[in-house]
């Protein structure tokens, strides 16, 4: 794929919850390497944006990923299309290996497949996973003894080998130690480049460390947008930040 080919564009969305505008017509376009954080304050709409996009709440107006329009496909068929999203507490299966979740999930959206296409199509895509998320030594460890980051960095993984392009994050690096955020952080920019990435982040060193863009949402819109500096410069983002 050539530069900019894969990318999402937002517009005009909206989702209501019995006449509340959680998010009242959002424009967002996230191109191809894109690491776009997603930040404001509590209530500004982040994860219903993220459920929106991934077809967990129902929404108006339009979001397209490389032309083909998403609203009103149901979620496996978004997730099907490269468009995956991790929950802030990861859900990986605890009882099963590293190896055995990323070949569930690399199996979830193909159906049985026989043992020669099984060796082609999936199995590069689980090594590549294991190597890009830097758990290829925990392979055949339970996922549950993994630490907090590692189940984490398994539940990236887990949709790599689903060919995610587009990568929704909810605070990946929530409770996190500084070694795992920097290590999380690096595993972004591995999987950018070709990808897209989305972080909903509340930590704000973390994103002045790794974000390429910034978009702040405040009360279902977007405040501003921009690089990091731009954003941080802004007079209404200081005002909501500040509190006045
Ligand atoms: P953020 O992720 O930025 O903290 P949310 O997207 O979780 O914000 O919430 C945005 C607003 O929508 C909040 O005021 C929240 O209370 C409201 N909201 C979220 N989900 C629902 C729901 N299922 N029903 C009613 N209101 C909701």
Partial sequence: AGMSSEYLEIRDLRVTFDGFKAVDGVNMTLMQGDLRFLIGPNGAGKTTLVDAITGLVPATGSVTKSGVELLGMKVHRIARLGVGRTFQTASVFEDLTVLQNLDIAAGAHRGPLTLLRRRKEVLPGIEEALEITGLGRHRDAKAGVLAHG????????????????????????????????????????????????????????????????????HAGRVLSEGSVAEVQADPKVQEVYLGT
């Fill in 150 to 217: 590692q189940k984490q960095w398994l539940e990236i993984g887990m949709l790599l080998v689903q060919n995610s392009s587009v990568l929704l994050l909810d605070e990946p690096v929530a409770g996190m130690s500084s070694e795992e955020r920097e290590e999380t952080g690096n595993l972004l920019r591995r999987i950018g480049g070709e990808r897209t990435v989305v972080v909903v982040e509340h930590d704000m060193d973390f994103m002045r460390a790794f974000a390429t863009s910034v978009t702040v949402l």
